[in-house]
């Protein structure tokens, strides 16, 4: 097991609405969970941390008021990009560490967002 | 000086030999490394973890760790066009990367057939 599910896995929108993306770990629980960004042919930037109950952690130079987290349960968490504009185009990576494990990430399959 | 290091290719080998990807990684007191792969418009996928210094085989592939060194590296033998994707390694645990891992900014193998 240690299946990560990302819904929706791909989703165009116009500029100034909001998304949000579901990030859930499928058959185990998840203590925290980790939102990552990738443009083209880049490496991965880390976004926030999130642990349930309690507020994400955001990684220095990202706008926690423009991409809010909700890490709701020990198995969802969410990531909402308000009033979304092109340059938020991009692939929105999630990624959970089970309870009682040595923090091995697994990954969810990604959103490819777009703005128009 | 990035905090893990890797090459960044592109690295080719032919069908069947033996691939070897290298990462450093700068806070000595990272605890556990992990190696991910990860296909071309995919995201990424662990294929290795390891903690304690020597090495560490599963199927066709075997990670080594070298803490005095600070050196991680991942062997893939028998290498099939299948393994052409860019591995990521990643460092977990150091002061600098307390609660999340560090991830280099990978390496590209290409195996030919």
């Known amino acids: 097991g240690a299946v990560v599910s990302q819904h929706p896995s791909r989703v165009i929108c116009k500029s100034g609405t909001s998304v949000k993306i579901e990030c859930r770990s499928l058959?185990?629980?998840?203590?925290?969970m980790f939102w990552y960004r990738q443009f083209p042919k880049q490496s991965l930037m880390l976004m926030a941390t999130?642990?349930?109950?309690?507020?994400?952690?955001?990684e220095q130079g990202v706008e926690k008021d423009k991409f809010l987290i909700n890490h709701a349960s020990l198995t969802l968490s969410t990531l909402t990009v308000t009033s979304a504009h092109p340059e938020d185009s991009s692939f929105y990576i999630c990624s959970a560490i089970k309870v009682d494990s040595y923090n091995e990430q697994f990954f969810g399959p990604g959103t490819r967002l777009t703005v128009l | 000086q990035k905090e893990v290091e890797q090459n960044s290719g592109p690295l080719s080998v032919p069908e069947g030999a033996i691939a070897s990807l290298n990462c450093t990684y700068s806070?000595?007191?990272?605890?556990?490394f992990f190696w991910y792969r990860q296909y071309s418009g995919k995201s990424p996928e662990l294929i290795m973890s390891i903690y304690s210094n020597g090495d560490k085989e599963d199927g066709r592939f075997t990670a080594q760790l070298n803490k005095a060194s600070q050196y991680v590296s991942l062997l893939i033998r028998d290498s099939q066009p299948s393994d052409s994707a860019t591995y990521l390694c990643a460092a977990w645990g150091g002061y600098t990367n307390a609660g999340k891992s560090t991830f280099g900014d990978g390496t590209t193998l290409t195996v030919k057939p």
């Open positions: 999130s642990n349930e109950g309690s507020k994400a952690t955001y």
């Open positions: 058959d185990f629980q998840a203590t925290t």
């Open positions: 806070d000595r007191v990272s605890q556990s």
